[in-house]
């Protein structure tokens, strides 16, 4: 029954749902299982100046990895070195389109949605990993490199281009000699940069190295690197962040998006914890949910010890309540990296592309939101899939009060429970924020007015 209901929810309108939503809370005495909260705003990437997005699909030991890494600089100096556990053949890599992982962040957002009190009167109603690294923008590859490569103990395993970047597959036996190797062929490489290659190359790992082909960037117009992606297969479930830090800045952002076809992805050698959610919130939150947001962020970010990965949304990609985005098509997930949808959905008639996909799709999204620094994520990401089909979103409401005209005996009391809920709601907010609560109670638009719904004495003794 809770399926099919999602799944209806998924394709109405708003004045529709509001419909069901009253009609739920007149004929059913369980809760409705739907919020039924109208979405009015996103907590999208666009909150964080540096944040690298990564979507990984995975069913067995098949993976498909997409990359877009939030590189800020001239196309020429862009180089990417990427730990992989297998030697990557040309048709196994793929230049992707921003677009997509838009509309995965957008779908799965943290989403304020608001409801609207009814009038009392009324008698129905009262209720960065993998760092860029500069690179310059050829590589010889002569005689005398190969004998060098040789003596540094690297193999050029593989080199192609797919859209307009040059790759190469590298393996070495020792970090002292790969690094030697790409400071040779003019890449910088971080100081600290040893130990973390010298332990990839003991795993056994291969390193997955690209830069752009300046004459194929410009041919074709770009005004930013696209995603790259790469589709492999093997038992590791892992995603290496570690080359990222080496000469990071400062704390790292890092959105993940977890595709699967049973259920929810879990981190196996970090916390997990969920971010606040269903909380409610003053009203004028709405023009200020960016802000909210990010300082909510990091207060839950302080309050974990620095080294937690936090959920953000955990849902089946066939429904969405509320929907802060549509659903992604059939189409739309093959190009996110999904590979076991039916080829019979993906080509989906015309009539029928748009439309997202029905609750026995078998895909379900995951989105984990990561701020982490060498100290406190010493080691890459570890994941395993799982059966687990729980529903969570960070979801903040806010509760419209009811403005007009009341003149029953109920409006009196109804009018004292919004003020309690308002003084409520100022309170999750400061704890939620570490803002001032003398500050948000002054920005309450309070049903009687602020100077019956705040206490005289917080105004002598603010905090």
Not at 161 to 188: C, M
Not at 211 to 240: C, H, I, T
Request: hydrophobic share 40%.
């Amino acid at each position: 029954m809770d399926k099919a209901i999602r799944k209806i929810f998924a394709y109405l309108r708003p004045e529709v749902i509001l419909l069901a939503c009253l009609l739920g809370l007149l004929l059913f005495v369980q809760p409705a299982v739907a919020f039924c909260g109208f979405y009015v705003a996103q907590a999208d990437t666009s909150l964080y100046n540096h944040a690298s997005q990564v979507i990984i699909a995975k069913d067995g030991d098949r993976t498909v990895l997409t990359m877009a890494n939030d590189y800020q600089g001239e196309a020429k100096d862009f180089a990417l070195v990427v730990p992989v556990p297998v030697v990557l053949q040309e048709d196994q890599v793929n230049v992707g389109e921003r677009k997509i992982i838009e509309r995965l962040d957008n779908f799965s957002a943290p989403r304020l949605v608001e409801y609207f009190d009814s009038n009392p009167c009324d008698s129905y109603g009262g209720r960065q990993f993998m760092d860029a690294m500069p690179a310059a923008p050829t590589m010889s590859r002569g005689a005398q490199e190969k004998v060098s490569n040789e003596a540094l103990g690297v193999t050029i395993e593989n080199q192609f281009s797919v859209g307009e970047y040059d790759i190469l597959i590298l393996s070495a036996k020792e970090s002292n000699g790969l690094e030697t190797w790409l400071s040779q062929n003019n890449y910088r490489i971080p100081a600290g940069a040893t130990d973390v290659l010298g332990a990839y190359i003991k795993q056994g790992l291969k390193f997955f190295v690209a830069k752009v082909n300046l004459k194929e960037f410009d041919r074709q117009g770009f005004q930013a690197l696209r995603p790259l992606m790469m589709a492999y297969e093997s038992p590791r479930f892992m995603l290496p962040i570690r080359l990222g830090m080496v000469n990071a800045d400062g704390p790292q952002e890092l959105i993940v998006y977890l595709l699967s076809p049973r259920g929810a992805v879990e981190i196996t050698n970090y916390r997990t914890e969920k971010i606040p959610s269903n909380l409610d919130l003053p009203e004028f939150v709405q023009g200020e949910f960016g802000q909210f947001y990010g300082s909510m962020f990091d207060t839950a970010y302080k309050r974990s010890g620095n080294n937690v990965a936090f959920l953000e949304y955990s849902w089946d990609m066939g429904s969405c309540d509320p929907c802060s985005a549509d659903p992604l098509s059939p189409q739309e997930l093959r190009e996110a990296g999904v590979f076991w949808l039916d080829q019979s959905d993906a080509d989906s008639s015309p009539a029928f592309r748009g439309m997202p996909l029905p609750r026995t799709s078998n895909v379900f999204i995951t989105r984990l939101h990561l701020r982490y620094t060498p100290d406190k994520f010493p080691e890459d990401l570890r994941f395993q899939n799982t059966a687990n089909q729980d529903l969570f979103q960070g979801r903040y409401v806010l509760r419209r009060p009811y403005r007009g005209e009341m003149s029953c005996t109920a409006a009196k009391e109804y009018r004292q429970t919004v003020q309690k809920r308002q003084r409520e709601e100022a309170k999750t907010l400061a704890n939620l924020t570490g803002w001032p609560l003398t500050e948000i109670e002054n920005k309450i638009d309070y049903l009687e007015g602020p100077q019956d719904a705040i206490p005289w004495w917080r105004k002598l003794w603010p905090r």
